[in-house]
């Protein structure tokens, strides 16, 4: 039942030399490169136009052999990238206006006392758990070459303030009853020794609420809500994990939705263990608190209680993996199964959404309403399932018809390297990678410029 999605033996060796020569870039591997790259270009060109042909004149065709070549074809993602951007003007144009606009762009990033950042990484777990992006964005934006040292050319103010790493609970996860008054303080420090903030009301300062409900600060839903995003920012721009298509107060802020941290580092180690393109023998996969009895908490129960329907439903099917425990190598877990279900727990987002994707596991989101990471970056709907909470009683159904149809050229599409490179935030800023999108979002909020705004009315003065 489990599809083998073997590429042919040739092609995988010109992805692996490709990759050694990207890491050393020998000269005597180069040549052979250059005459497999002309090969490969021209295989996948025919291919293209040979299915996109296939496609167009059939979209229901679902022989096995037309999808096995499109999955090979998209995985020279080199080849594929070049082909399409040659191919599509206004996609390439796109690339140049992004790089230009990031060459424009200018970040001030705020030098705080260490008790509002630094400190907190005496623990090591604070660069490294899931709401790390506060921790990510900030080293990655210190070496960046959008960063500026004069705040008088600024566009954009970034607050460097860690709120998630108090890790003082029983349970190990974070406090964040501190939140609020540690980012007040930042604010009453910065407004009163610079003048960047009074002058807009906050509204070119940049920060990161990467837990579960944003700027909200709180993990329970209705006290979230009721509590709000705190006055002092509301005219800020928040980069957040949460996100929902709907009204929500955690969300009635100028933001971005940012992915949770998966460090890139454990990524690669389990790629290395277990390449993306080996056989999955795991079919469905969860790992993670499912509770049989959920206990309804002034109204709430975890998860709206989906993972509970999941484990009654599947449990002890032969197809699911399900555990309830954790487990520190549950990457490999993930690496080795097709399907990765990514079901809501408090908050709808989760760090399995971000692991699924880098790992080549289809992540099957059961979330009502969410808003995912860097729609225009990721091509979700492409290379995600989305099951509707009420239907997970069905998932068994819904992921065998997806298994027999369409499942290869969903792989295909989720193991571009492009989509796993735009989830994952670097040390230092690579082009397409998590806080490039980020870059790129606030490069488009530019009208929050207080640098533009002054040229533009200093134009107007002067006519
Ligand atoms: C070209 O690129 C744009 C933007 O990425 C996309 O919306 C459009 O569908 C592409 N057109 C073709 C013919 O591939
Ligand atoms: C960390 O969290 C604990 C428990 O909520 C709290 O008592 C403590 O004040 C917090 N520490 C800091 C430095 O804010
Ligand atoms: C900004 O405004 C606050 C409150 O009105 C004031 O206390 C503070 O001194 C101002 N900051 C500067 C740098 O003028
Ligand atoms: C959950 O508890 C709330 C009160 O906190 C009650 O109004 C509601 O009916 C309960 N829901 C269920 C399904 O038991
Ligand atoms: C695959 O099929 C499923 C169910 O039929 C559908 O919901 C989904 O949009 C399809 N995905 C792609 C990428 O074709």
């Known amino acids: 039942m489990v599809e083998k999605k073997r590429p042919p033996k040739n092609n995988r060796g010109f992805y692996v030399r490709m990759k050694l020569l990207h890491k050393h870039g020998r000269p005597q591997e180069k040549s052979c490169f250059y005459k497999y790259y002309k090969w490969v270009l021209w295989f996948s060109l025919s291919l293209y136009f040979f299915t996109s042909y296939l496609i167009s004149s059939n979209p229901h065709n679902k022989s096995t052999s037309l999808t096995k070549t499109h999955v090979s074809n998209s995985k020279s993602t080199i080849a594929s990238r070049a082909l399409f951007e040659s191919t599509n003007t206004t996609a390439l144009q796109q690339v140049q206006i992004n790089q230009a606009l990031l060459k424009n762009l200018k970040i001030f990033v705020y030098d705080l006392p260490p008790k509002f950042n630094t ?273 997970v009683d069905k998932l068994g159904k819904i992921l065998e018809h997806v298994a027999a149809t369409n499942l290869t050229i969903i792989q295909g599409n989720l193991w571009d390297t492009s989509t796993k490179r735009a989830l994952l935030f670097n040390n230092r800023v690579q082009e397409g990678d998590a806080t490039w999108q980020v870059l790129l979002a606030l490069s488009q909020k530019l009208d929050r410029s207080y640098r533009v705004s002054r040229v533009s009315r200093q134009l107007m003065s002067d006519t």
């Open 119 to 391: 400190n907190w990484l005496l623990n090591e777990r604070c660069s490294n758990h899931l709401f790390a992006s506060e921790v990510a964005i900030h080293k990655a934006l210190l070496t960046s070459d959008v960063r500026t040292f004069d705040p008088y050319e600024a566009d954009f103010f970034f607050v460097p303030v860690y709120v998630s790493c108090n890790f003082s609970t029983v349970n190990g996860f974070p406090a964040i009853g501190h939140a609020r008054s540690l980012l007040a303080s930042a604010v009453q420090l910065i407004s009163s020794e610079y003048p960047f903030w009074n002058r807009s009301r906050g509204s070119d300062h940049v920060f990161v609420a990467s837990h579960d409900f944003g700027a909200c600060f709180h993990t329970m839903e209705d006290v979230a809500m009721t509590d709000g995003v705190p006055e002092f920012l509301k005219n800020s721009i928040i980069l957040q994990t949460f996100g929902v298509k709907h009204k929500h107060p955690c969300q009635d802020v100028e933001n971005v939705v940012i992915p949770p941290y998966i460090s890139p580092e454990s990524v690669r180690t389990t790629v290395e263990k277990f390449p993306v393109t080996r056989r999955r023998d795991i079919w469905a996969f969860f790992r993670g608190k499912m509770e049989v009895h959920p206990k309804n908490i002034s109204g709430r129960f975890y998860s709206r209680r989906v993972r509970t329907m999941i484990l009654r439903k599947f449990n002890g099917d032969r197809r699911f993996y399900l555990q309830r425990h954790r487990f520190s190598g549950y990457q490999l877990e993930i690496a080795r199964s097709v399907f990765c279900l990514c079901p809501l727990g408090w908050a709808p987002w989760s760090p399995r959404l971000v692991e699924s994707v880098a790992l080549g596991c289809v992540p099957v989101i059961i979330a009502d309403g969410i808003r995912l990471p860097f729609p225009s970056a990721v091509r979700w709907p492409e290379i995600s399932l989305t099951v509707a909470e009420k239907d």
